[in-house]
Each structure stands twice: as structure tokens, then as C-alpha cells.
């Protein structure tokens, strides 16, 4: 069992920056695939961004490349999501995914693992 516990959330004007935290504890597994996912209201839950095993590999939403960076510190067993140019239709609750493997995915179904979830707020 892994558990994911985010942080970093908040109310932000448009324009403005977040950095969100997932940390990652009680695995057992060699390697973790990480994962953003995000959900608005009133609409399903969507893929963000997500990180490869050590980093090397990183994949995005097309309504967020650009302007979020995944990254991941192991020694940590933290992942983040840089957001920068914030526009109110990023606002959502942001989840952290995770999944043992190598590569990510940008389904959500590819993930066995997920934190409870932290709110981000885009003011215009």
C-alpha cells in the first residue's frame, strides 16, 4: 500500500504561481510512476501531467504544457507540479497519482494509488 498526502494548494490570482507537493509513503515498490490529475466542477477528472520512475520521462495536457512542470525528488519520495500563468479554468481539486512501474500513463485507470486531493483556486 502506498499513501499519498498533497499540499500546496490555495487561492490564487490569474497570472500567479503554485508549486503543489505529493508525498509518497509505506511503499515497498523499487519504482513509482507519478501523476497529476485534476477535476473541476461539474466536470470528470483529467490528466495533468506525469513523471517516469527517475524522472527521465515527463508527458503533460496540452491545456498545460508550457506553463506546469512535473518533477520528483526520490530521496524525498515527493513529486511536484510547478504551475505558473495560472488561468481560472485551472482551478480544481488536484490529485497525486501513483502507480509501481516504469513509464506513466495519462489514464487514470493505469493508477492504483491516489492522495485525497488539495484544492487550487484561480481568481480572475
Known amino acids: 500500500q502506498v499513501e499519498l498526502v498533497e499540499s500546496g494548494g490555495g487561492l490564487v490570482q490569474a497570472g500567479g504561481s503554485l508549486r503543489l507537493s505529493c508525498a509518497a509513503s509505506g511503499t515497498r515498490y523499487r519504482s513509482l510512476v507519478m501523476a497529476w490529475f485534476r477535476q473541476a466542477p461539474g466536470k470528470e477528472r483529467e490528466f495533468v501531467a506525469t513523471i517516469s520512475w527517475n524522472g527521465g520521462s515527463t508527458a503533460y495536457a496540452d491545456s498545460v504544457e508550457g506553463r506546469f512542470t512535473i518533477s520528483r525528488d526520490n530521496a524525498k519520495n515527493t513529486v511536484y507540479l510547478q504551475m505558473n500563468s495560472l488561468k481560472p479554468e485551472d482551478t480544481a481539486v488536484y490529485y497525486c497519482?501513483?502507480?509501481?512501474?516504469?513509464?506513466?500513463?495519462?489514464?487514470?485507470?493505469?493508477?492504483?494509488?491516489w492522495g485525497q486531493g488539495t484544492q487550487v483556486t484561480v481568481s480572475s
Open positions: 497519482a501513483a502507480v509501481a512501474g516504469l513509464r506513466g500513463s495519462r489514464s487514470q485507470g493505469s493508477y492504483d494509488f
